[in-house]
């Protein structure tokens, strides 16, 4: 699998229209925007806030030169009034994280789900070999929750991070282009090292003397990576049996990613 960056390299610039929107890549201009989302207290509430001067500065240089960052353009008055972008998940290499942000002067139109449902369909359409897309609001964010539920994306994970309780959401829409993207990442990206990373972080006493090599190991030993619910090995659970749907992720109680993978799954890693 490509990396989202490469990914999204491939296939920029890019340009969506919607029945009421235009999304087209941020350019210098759009520095006003970009200051005026980034500090308006309303729009940062489940953000953490209005942001730094030097982020504000930082991101006004970067998003132009961004794979993956639009400015969300109302087509009635050709006003720029958000911003929607595509990269790469800070939680899982591999996986593209879409986030996106309007003036609360173009909330309650429906213009949220109309940007946010053209850029997902997009990176479906366009990327096929880019990474699964995941979508992070706090809990507290009913708004954007009612967004991403209402085009279809799913709540697959709870999680805690900046003090804040999360939900994951990811597209449920194509299932199976989802669960081929999850299914592609794990194999290429969940590779030996950080098997043994995960498996010297968090393994039991008995799953730390197994080897790294899943394949080689009997059921019996298998399960010994997985006493409890899920996790003991780290990244990957490799237990056999117990675990439904067949291949699915998920969050460790410390956070870390896991993968449960049956015996199919195995074969292939
Ligand atoms: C989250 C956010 C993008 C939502 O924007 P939005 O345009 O108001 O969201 P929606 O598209 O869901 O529309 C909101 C409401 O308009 C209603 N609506 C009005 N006219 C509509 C129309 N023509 N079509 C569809 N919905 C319409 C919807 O039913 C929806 O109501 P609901 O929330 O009660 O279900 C916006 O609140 C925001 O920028 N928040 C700050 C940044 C943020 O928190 N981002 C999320 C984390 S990345």
């Known amino acids: 699998m490509t990396s989202v960056d490469d990914a999204l390299r491939l296939v920029w610039p890019a340009e969506l229209r919607t029945d009421r929107l235009h999304l087209r890549p ?27 001067e030097e982020r504000v500065a930082a991101r006004q240089t970067t998003y132009p030169t961004t794979a993956g960052a639009w400015t969300v353009v109302r087509a009635a008055d050709d006003q720029p009034v958000g911003l929607v972008t595509i990269g790469p998940d800070h939680r899982c290499e591999g996986a593209a994280e879409i986030s996106y942000q309007l003036l609360p002067s173009a909330w309650g139109k429906g213009l949220g789900r109309e940007a946010v449902a053209a850029a997902v369909s997009w990176w479906t359409e366009a990327a096929p070999k880019g ?35 999360q939900c994951l959401y990811t597209p449920a829409g194509d299932q199976e282009d989802t669960d081929l993207r999850w299914a592609r990442l794990i194999a290429e990206r969940v590779d030996t090292a950080e098997r043994r990373r995960g498996a010297q972080a968090r393994a039991t006493a008995m799953g730390q003397e197994l080897p790294d090599n ?5 059921d019996g030993d298998l399960a010994q990576l997985c006493p409890d619910r899920h996790g003991a090995y780290g990244r990957i659970c490799a237990r056999t049996a117990g675990h439904l749907p067949d291949l699915h992720l998920g969050r460790a109680p410390d ?12 074969e292939d890693t």
Do not use: C, K
């Open 26 to 52: 941020v350019t210098t201009d759009d520095s006003p925007l970009v200051r005026q989302l980034l500090t308006d207290a309303t729009v940062r509430a489940h953000l953490g806030g209005p942001a730094s």
């Open 131 to 165: 990474g699964p897309m995941v979508a992070v609001t706090q809990a507290a964010n009913a708004g954007s929750r009612r967004l991403l539920e209402s085009i279809g994306m799913t709540l697959v994970d709870e999680f805690e991070e900046y003090g804040q309780p």
């Open 214 to 218: 899943l394949t080689a190991l009997s």
């Open 255 to 266: 956070g870390a990613w896991i993968a449960w993978l049956t015996s199919d799954g195995l």
